[in-house]
C-alpha cells in the first residue's frame, strides 16, 4: 500500500511518518501533485496558522490538487482545519471541501489553546471500528470546526464542536492520532483499511 503525506509547511510530519512506521508503513512525504494522485491513501497533517499554511498550499498548486484527490485522505488538526470552507484565524479562504467555518474558542474560564487530552462521544463510521466511546486522545488547538451533518465524533472544551468528520473521500480529526497512544494508532490503522 501507497501512503503519502502532505508536504507542506505547517508541521507534525516527522510524528505522523513515525506512527505509520509503527504499523509498517513507508509513507512518502511529497509536495508532487503526480505523487499525490497516484498514491493509496494521503494524510494531510498540520500544526500552524492557516492563512500562512493556505498561501503555501496555493503557490505550489497543492490547494487545487487536495480538491480532486479521489483515494481516501485523511486531515489532522489545520490539516482538518484547512479542509473547510473558511477560518476565522487571520480571516483565511480554506480549500472548501467541508461545508464548515473554523472558529476560535472563546471562554474566561479554560485556557486556548486547548493542549492535552480529552475525550471524544458520538464515535460514528469506519474510522472509529473499535474505538470505544469516550476514549481519550491528545489534542492542540485554539480553533475548532463546528458541528454538522458530516461530523463523526465530538469533543467539547467549553462548546460541543467536531473531533472528527467524514465527507465523501475525505476524512479529518482535529485531534493528533500520532499522539493519542493506543486509541490513536487504531484510528491510524482503520484508516489505512478504507
Given at each position: 500500500m501507497?501512503?503519502?503525506i502532505v508536504k507542506y509547511n505547517a508541521g507534525n510530519i516527522e510524528s505522523v511518518k513515525n506512527a505509520l512506521n509503527r504499523l509498517g508503513i513507508e509513507p512518502t512525504v511529497s509536495d508532487n501533485a503526480e505523487i499525490l494522485t497516484t498514491v493509496d491513501k494521503v494524510i494531510f497533517p498540520g500544526v500552524g496558522?492557516?492563512?500562512t499554511a493556505m498561501n503555501y498550499l496555493?503557490?505550489?498548486g497543492l490547494d487545487k490538487v487536495i480538491k480532486t484527490l479521489k483515494q481516501p485522505v485523511l486531515g489532522i488538526c489545520l490539516g482538518m482545519q484547512l479542509l473547510c470552507e473558511y477560518s476565522f484565524e487571520n480571516d483565511t479562504n480554506c480549500l472548501n471541501i467541508l461545508p464548515y467555518k473554523v472558529c476560535k474558542f472563546t471562554s474566561d474560564n479554560l485556557k486556548v489553546p486547548q493542549i492535552g487530552w480529552n475525550n471524544i462521544k458520538n464515535l460514528q463510521?469506519?474510522?472509529f471500528n473499535g474505538i470505544s466511546e469516550d476514549s481519550y486522545v491528545y489534542f492542540v488547538h485554539g480553533f475548532y470546526v463546528e458541528n454538522g451533518k458530516e461530523?463523526?465524533?465530538n469533543c467539547n472544551y467549553g462548546i460541543e464542536y467536531s473531533a472528527a468528520v467524514e465527507h465523501k473521500n475525505?476524512?479529518?480529526v482535529q485531534f493528533h492520532p500520532e499522539k493519542s497512544g493506543e486509541v490513536g494508532a487504531k484510528i491510524l490503522e482503520n484508516f489505512l483499511r478504507i
Open positions: 501507497k501512503i503519502a496558522e492557516a492563512s496555493r503557490e505550489r463510521g469506519k474510522l461530523t463523526i465524533a475525505f476524512y479529518a
